[in-house]
């Protein structure tokens, strides 16, 4: 794999927009309100899949991207300075509504699902197009070299993989050859760590390992739930599964006390903390409200200091 420098877009943009519910449980206008937000403050990264959100009822996964695609439509001329995401492997079979059963990755998958997501998109290419999952059933070298005939016809910008174990990560990376491999990683991350025996499936979190074998091949890295469904935030939503750790309560009490400092509540604090740690990961934030959004964009653009995201490196990791 050639060296990739560590960002994750050639359009710069200090967080990616998550998209999963465009069209689903927030509705069209909504979304397409937001878009406009996002692009005139800057946000050009959008984030989106061709199975988001199939398991909301009525949902099919055709509604974040074709979503996307008329607003993309209803605004020309603003294509080119966008950098759009999509995924493909996990959606599930005509007549099924289960991960199970997913369309996978295997070469004639690949780019079937490429063609239907461009279509849903009204766009004749894609900046960046993660495999979703892990499909071992079809070798990585297939997969990856699938994704590279796409890139060089043209369909695909660069590529990506999602959800992918350090084992998995590392022989992905050896099964790119000669060509050039997967350049960005999206994965399960934030501030608090789970515990080691936590039950993330089907996500996959970016750990230590996964990062290591990130930083040694020059990938980029995004966090994907990064505010833990607003666990920081609201008394109402309690930490998932798993995040309740010996080191979670010393930890959230120092996330407080910068998020105090800089200005910010604890969510947004997360956010800042990802993009200036020195292991940058870009948060990819999902929002509902543009309230929300305007909250993510402030977040982002507010700087800790070095003394602050030291102090938060050392919570989380306990020391």
Known sequence: MTSHENTTSTVRSPMTLGTMYFGTTVPEPTAARMLDEAYDSGI????????????????SGDESETVLGRW????????????????????????????????????????????????????????????????SSVPLADTIGAMQELRRDGLVRRIG????????????????????????LQQRFSYLRPDADANLA????????????????????????????GAYTRGDRPLPDGYATAVTARALRILDEVAASAGL????????WMGQRRQRVQPVVGVSTP??????????RTSLGIDSLTALDAARMGR
């Open 44 to 59: 050009r990264s959008w984030d989106t899949a061709n199975n988001y959100a199939f398991w909301v009822p009525g949902g």
């Open 72 to 135: 993309l439509r209803t605004h020309p001329g603003r294509r080119d300075s966008l950098d759009v995401a999509t995924k493909v492997g996990a959606r599930p079979r005509p007549g099924s509504r289960d991960l199970a059963d997913a369309l996978g990755l295997s070469p004639t998958a690949i780019r079937t699902q490429v063609h239907d997501s461009l279509r849903r998109l009204r766009t004749d290419h894609v900046d960046l197009l993660y495999a979703h999952i892990d499909d």
């Open 161 to 184: 993989a999602s959800n992918l174990p350090a084992p998995r990560l590392r022989e992905a990376i050896r099964s790119a050859g000669n060509g050039e491999g997967y350049s960005l």
């Open 202 to 229: 089907p996500q996959v979190l970016l750990d230590e390992a996964v990062a290591d074998a990130c930083g040694s091949a020059g990938i980029g890295m995004l966090g994907y739930s990064p505010l833990l469904s």
């Open 265 to 272: 509540d604890a969510g947004q604090t997360v956010l800042a």
């Open 291 to 300: 309230a929300q959004l305007r909250s993510a964009a402030t977040a982002v």
